[in-house]
Nanobody
Framework: QVQLVESGGGLVQAGDSLRLSCAAS????????MGWYYQPPGKARELVAG???????YHANSVKGRFTISRDNAKNMVYLQMNSLKPEDTAVYYC?????????WGQGTQVTVSS
């Protein structure tokens, strides 16, 4: 079992920055890919960014150049640095982690960007 706890969400203005953090605990030795999904109001959950245990990253086109995912394997942490935030980034952000064959999710953290 792996537990994920997100932090760092909040209410900000357009153009501001936020850094989301996700702490993994439990059986973390099996962790491979980790990352972030977001779910805007009334929409489906979508992948924002992912990172492998080797450090390879993926960022959705909508956030490229603004968001950066990173990971600290020693601390079992994954981060999402979000710069130049836009109102359309408003969503609940979920941390996920792969521990094959299982997938784990955090409880989500709300990010609200006002115009």
């Amino acid at each position: 079992q792996v537990q994920l706890v997100e932090s760092g969400g909040g209410l900000v203005q357009a153009g501001d920055s936020l850094r989301l953090s996700c702490a993994a605990s439990g059986d973390t030795t099996c962790l491979t890919a980790m990352g972030w999904y977001y779910q805007p109001p009334g929409k489906a959950r979508e992948l924002v960014a992912g990172i492998t245990d080797g450090g390879s990253t993926y960022h959705a086109n909508s956030v490229k150049g603004r968001f950066t995912i990173s990971r600290d394997n020693a601390k079992n942490m994954v981060y999402l640095q979000m710069n130049s935030l836009k109102p359309e980034d408003t969503a609940v952000y979920y941390c996920y982690a792969m521990c094959r064959p299982y997938e784990y999710w955090g409880q989500g953290t709300q990010v609200t960007v006002s115009s």
